[in-house]
């Protein structure tokens, strides 16, 4: 062997890598101590044989190892370099875990003649890693089962863990949660500053604890704390952290629930004016507050001691004082220390009552260590003690005087006196009852109090007699008793038990009930008046828009029919569009009418062609099961009255009538000519057209009717009824100078009846021809003021097929400007309301410099509130005639 060999035989054996050589048949001809030491066998014991016949005997389970499945042997001379793991059995017949390499070795010609093969022990390394896993796994499952949120992070801040604990608490799924997606659970205002922190403690690898709110499955918000601590590998690496999160919203909502009641109890005691002290059994030292202070005359900068305290006790109460305190702080007795005593003020030398508290705080071995309480000035109070004292001495020689004038009070009282037995029995009561009820002593003792109550308040008088007999005194208990005439009286009684009887204070309250049950309906009477005010001002609202859009409508059909355009088909459709439109405006008339936003103006109105075009309506309105039945006199005048009010009436009889028939009925309607020549009530000498109102419901008893045209009154309960209609319709006939009549009866029907006198005039005839000659062409300049834009379209066609040159524009404002840039109109038409100044402030100003300027105000309805009278106005909507008129008049 020469040195080289020697060199590299030294070498091999050396090696703590175990070296096998194999040749070409993969038999073993070398193997180096380090391999002796892995498989237990000798060199010669290995030589010239399988290194499959040394290590793989069999199976861990005993069964054969066949050889084709030995991954060593798969690494014939001719194949590649090749790594993996096998299991070894040791000659002593233990297995054990290697990593091996085998690689070709090449002879001279660069064929492979063998394999050597490196194989290392990995037995401490799986014993490690099975340790590890078996430690991750005891942490997994320990973590999964704690009652607090874990988590786990690598050491750039990824997490790569969280329990089942977060999961649950936050709703969150893992690929929400993972690496960063923890923050997102975080509330809003926390999560950047709960971040920096995070961030920071894991640059300087630290501890850190926090407190956050953190989202809960819920989706509410709850406090908790973040604890965390760095974890470190053998080397000092920095790994990560562990941490944990805890719940403790219900502990912050305790701490909250604790400041709230400390600062309650502070304020309590500083209103009650209650000062709290405290001795430090150790020290001797005191914490007195300034009103502790005051009441022993020390100003509140002063220290004090328990010493000071003593010396500042009156003597004559120094001894009791001094016992209650050692009994309060003697481990044995603990007792409650309570007591009076006088102080004398160390800086003034006034004396004052002091009542104070405690208890001695005791430790576990039972030493005393505080002792606590609270003081009170009560010197006012003895000084009212020494007072009542001295009052109940000249009370002793006063009781007989009282007793006698006790007496005279039970014969004059007006209230209602007594004792009362729990046997539902009278057993004493002054003449006051006769007076009140009518009956005398005798009678009254003689019923049971159960036969005098009213049956409704029978369970209201038991649930009182309860009380009493659980010892409760009951005061202002209304019930009503039986007076001697059949009617009830409301008494308010005060009620004291003593015994096996109870005293009554009893006061007769019907006037005060009546009173109150007055203001009760006329409150009632008010929030209806109120609801009608608030839904005519919606009503009148809606009607001034339909106005504004009827008007552009009403006005272009009506130029459409006056042009003549289109055929006998399109003439035929024009005509009824604007038969649609009246009808639409007419429509808005009643609702202006219902909302009270018109005036009463009397005309002469055929009272049969009102009725017969409202039957359509009625019978909609009244439904199915209400028979209308409409009966008009061939011969009947024009009678004096206002339409719109005169269809608002009739209107609301007809729902009246409905509500009185809820099985259905007849609803007949009459109108006829009468004449009155003797007078009867409201009904004056003269001619009338009397409109009847019948139906065959249900009738009014006298009582009703007798209230049925008072303001506000109704029998269909609150919020079906405004009790306005009657009283509406019987205004309307007396402002006329007629009159409204009611007949009923109950369960046969009722007939109101509306007088109307006979109007001296023909009523008006049919819409104004639509010749335009009323308005002379080239009448001058007409300035056109309307905020709609629509509206003021088509009036301005109208006014230049009048022969007008037009100036619009859009606001009172913007007319102004025309006029103060030049613009010198010969006429104004104007809207009543728009946005900043109205029509009629528009005109009064243009009046400044052109008194003699004609003004025509167009409103969208006919209220007049904030038109000058005088100032001539057009109702929207209108045609060109109506217009024309206008114009004509002007």
């Known amino acids: 062997m020469n040195s080289s060999e020697r060199r590299l035989n030294a070498i091999v054996n050396n090696s703590t ?25 000798r060199l010669e014991e290995a030589v010239d044989r399988p290194l499959h016949d040394v290590v ?25 370099r090749m790594t993996g793991e096998e299991m070894f059995v040791h000659k002593d017949g233990h297995f054990y875990p290697v990593a091996f390499t085998a690689s070709p070795v090449a002879g001279d010609d660069g064929q492979p003649v063998g394999t050597i093969i490196e194989v290392r022990d990995l037995t401490e390394e799986k014993a490690r890693e099975a340790a590890l896993r078996e430690s991750e796994g005891r942490f997994r499952n320990m973590a999964d089962h704690a009652p607090v949120m874990m988590w786990v992070t690598d050491a750039t801040g990824y997490c790569t863990y969280l329990n089942h604990q977060w999961y649950q608490f936050t709703g969150q799924t893992v690929e929400q949660a993972s690496g960063y997606g923890w923050l997102e659970a975080t509330h809003p205002d926390d999560r950047q500053r709960t971040e920096d922190a995070f961030v920071a403690a894991n640059a300087d690898h630290t501890s850190f604890r926090f407190e956050y709110r953190l989202r809960h499955a819920s989706s509410a918000y709850r406090w908790a704390i973040d604890a965390a601590s760095p974890r470190f590998a053998d080397d000092g690496e920095f790994l990560g ?18 400041a709230v009641s400390e600062e309650q109890l502070r304020l309590a005691l500083e209103v009650a004016e209650i000062g709290q002290w405290d001795v430090d059994q150790a020290t001797g030292s005191m914490f007195w507050p300034p009103r502790v202070k005051a009441m022993f005359g020390i100003s509140a900068d002063v220290p004090v001691t328990l010493d000071d305290f003593h010396a500042g006790v009156h003597p004559e109460d120094r001894d009791k004082t001094r016992e ?15 007591v009076e005593y006088r102080t004398v003020g160390k800086e003034d030398g006034a004396i004052r009552w002091v009542a104070a508290k405690g ?75 006769e007076a009140t009820l009518g009956r005398d002593a005798e009678t009254l003792m003689a019923l049971s109090f159960r036969e005098q109550v009213h049956p409704d308040d029978h369970d209201a008088a038991r649930d009182v007699m309860e009380r009493l007999l659980r010892g409760e005194t009951v005061e202002r208990f209304e019930e009503r008793i039986a007076h001697a005439d059949g009617s009830w009286r409301w008494i308010s009684w005060t009620l004291v038990p003593e015994g096996d009887v109870f005293y009554a204070v009893g006061r007769d309250v019907t006037p005060e009930k009546a009173a109150a049950e007055e203001l009760e309906n006329a409150q009632e009477a008010l929030r209806q008046s109120q609801k009608m005010e608030a839904m005519g001002q919606l009503t009148g609202g809606v009607a001034h828009d339909f106005n504004n859009l009827l008007t552009p409508i009403l006005g272009a059909l009506d130029m459409l029919q006056r042009r003549g355009v289109g055929g006998d088909r399109e003439q035929r459709l024009i005509e009824g569009a ?30 049969g062609k009102l009725v017969e075009g409202m039957a359509d309506l009625l019978a909609s309105t009244t439904g199915p099961q209400v028979e209308v039945v409409v009966e008009v006199a061939a011969d009947l005048p024009p009678a004096k009255a206002d339409p719109n009010q005169l269809e608002m009436a009739l209107l609301n009889l007809g729902v009246n009538a409905r509500d009185a028939m809820p099985r259905g009925g007849t609803l007949r309607i009459t109108a006829t000519r009468d004449s009155v020549r003797t007078p009867r009530g409201a ?117 230049e097929e009048f022969g007008y040159e037009v100036r619009e524009a859009n606001s009172a404002e913007a007319a102004l400007a025309l006029v103060t840039a030049g613009l010198s109109p010969d006429l104004l038409v104007s809207d009543h309301l728009m946005p ?55």
Not at 324 to 338: I, M
Not at 417 to 423: S, Y
């Open 56 to 80: 793989h005997h069999q199976r861990p389970d005993g069964t054969p190892y066949p050889l084709a499945e030995c991954p060593i042997d798969q690494a014939f001379p001719e194949r590649e």
């Open 683 to 799: 009904l004056k000498r003269g001619h009338y057209v009397r409109l009847s109102v019948a139906d065959t419901g249900v009738g009014m008893d006298p009582a009703t009717l007798a209230r049925a045209i008072e303001p506000f009154f109704s029998t269909k309960g609150i919020g079906k009824g405004t009790g306005l209609g009657l009283s509406m319709a019987h205004g309307l006939a007396a402002q006329l100078g007629g009159a409204l009549i009611i007949h009923s009866r109950e369960g046969v029907g009722t007939n109101i009846e509306l007088w109307l006198p006979v109007s001296a005039v023909s009523p008006d005839g049919a819409a104004q021809s639509s010749d335009l000659a009323l308005v002379e062409p080239g009448r001058g300049l007409a300035l056109l003021v309307d905020d709609e834009d629509v509206v003021r379209s088509i009036t301005a066609d109208m006014l």
């Open 836 to 890: 900043g100044m109205s029509g009629v402030e528009l005109a009064l100003e243009l009046r400044k410099s052109k008194p003699d300027l004609p003004v025509l105000i167009v409103s969208g309805y006919a209220d007049v509130e904030g038109l000058t009278p005088g100032l001539p106005r057009l109702v929207k909507p209108f045609r060109s005639t109506e217009l024309a008129a206008s114009l004509s008049a002007l």
């Open 578 to 607: 604007l038969q649609s439109a009246d009808r639409a405006a007419t429509l808005v008339q009643r609702l202006l009418a219902f909302a009270r936003r018109q005036p009463l103006q009397s005309a002469a109105v055929d009272v």
């Open 359 to 433: 208890r001695g705080l005791f430790d576990a071995q039972g030493h005393c260590s505080r002792v606590i309480g609270t003081a009170i000035d009560v010197t006012a109070r003895k000084a009212a003690e020494i007072r009542l004292h001295q009052l109940n001495e000249r009370l002793e020689h006063e009781v007989t005087a009282h007793t006698a004038e006790r007496n005279r009070v039970w014969e004059m009282s007006r209230d209602l006196l007594a004792i009362m037995g729990f046997d539902g029995f009278l057993k004493a009561i002054n003449p006051a009852w």
């Open 241 to 258: 952290y562990v941490g944990s999160v805890i719940d403790i919203d219900e502990r912050r909502s305790a701490e909250e629930r604790l």
């Open 324 to 338: 209650a305190y050692e009994s309060a702080s003697d481990p044995e007795l603990r007792a409650l220390y309570d």
């Open 17 to 41: 890598a175990a070296i096998f050589l194999m040749d070409e048949r993969q038999h073993c001809v070398f193997m180096n101590k380090a391999a002796e030491a892995l498989t237990g066998y």
